[in-house]
T-cell receptor
Framework: DAKTTQPNSMESNEEEPVHLPCNHS???????IHWYRQLPSQGPEYVIH???SNVNNRMASLAIAEDRKSSTLILHRATLRDAAVYYC????????????????FGTGTRLTIIP | DAMVIQNPRYQVTQFGKPVTLSCSQT?????MYWYQQKSSQAPKLLFH???????NEADTPDNFQSRRPNTSFCFLDIRSPGLGDAAMYLC????????????FGPGTRLLVL
């Protein structure tokens, strides 16, 4: 799987939007962009994923650059419960590995929310 | 409502004494994974099962074994734990139906004395 680069840490004020960047300049055409987060003392939790178009769900939005070499996870209104490590992961799905997905976690971004 | 369950949440073992960690799931997913997460590091995949097919990562030490007696349960066996095996062990599941999403349990934190 291709590599991703994220800032080690970020801070944001409560109730403000948060933009978490991820660079993936070696992304291939079949790589999906996944985001997971890990709250303190818990297992990782799926947030969102996309391929080319921007994606929205109840947790967040994912903005994908036109050349797909970078993406941004957007939390529209951060709360204290959003304090976590956020992982950006590329997943290349092929016929041979379909159903055998594995996640290769990078170092992630530790998000701190300031009350 | 729990989906991926790991017991116990905390496990203490002695250096060299075999230990087994348990994972169960109520999702009926085909795939079950074991990850190791050391302090301040990202999770690292040890191995996974697709149904009964076992897939070991190339750099997983032989000291780590796994069993999956049925769809719902998966076990991680550490034959001779060393101090370096102290970590959080995470179980996860997925299915082709879930479209690549993995569901993680809360983890078991292993302490080796």
């Amino acid at each position: 799987d291709a590599k991703t680069t994220q800032p080690n840490s970020m801070e944001s004020n409560e109730e403000e939007p948060v933009h978490l960047p991820c660079n993936h300049s070696t992304i291939s055409g079949t790589d999906y962009i996944h985001w997971y987060r890990q709250l303190p003392s818990q297992g990782p939790e799926y947030v969102i994923h996309g391929l080319t178009s921007n994606v929205n769900n109840r947790m967040a939005s994912l903005a994908i650059a036109e050349d797909r070499k970078s993406s941004t996870l957007i939390l529209h209104r951060a709360t204290l419960r959003d304090a976590a490590v956020y992982y950006c992961i590329l997943r290349g799905i092929t016929i041979s590995n379909f159903g055998n997905e594995k996640l290769t976690f990078g170092t992630g971004t530790r998000l701190t929310i300031i009350p | 409502d729990a989906m991926v369950i790991q017991n116990p949440r905390y496990q203490v073992t002695q250096f060299g004494k075999p230990v087994t960690l348990s994972c169960s799931q109520t999702l009926n997913h085909n795939v079950m994974y074991w990850y190791q997460q050391k302090s301040s590091q990202a999770p690292k995949l040890l191995f996974h099962y697709y149904d009964k097919d076992f897939n070991n990562e190339a750099d997983t030490p032989d000291n780590f074994q796994s069993r999956r007696p049925n769809t719902s349960f998966c076990f991680l066996d550490i034959r001779s734990p060393g101090l370096g095996d102290a970590a959080m062990y995470l179980c996860a599941t997925s299915s082709p139906v879930t479209q690549e999403t993995q569901y993680f349990g809360p983890g078991t934190r292993l302490l080796v004395l």
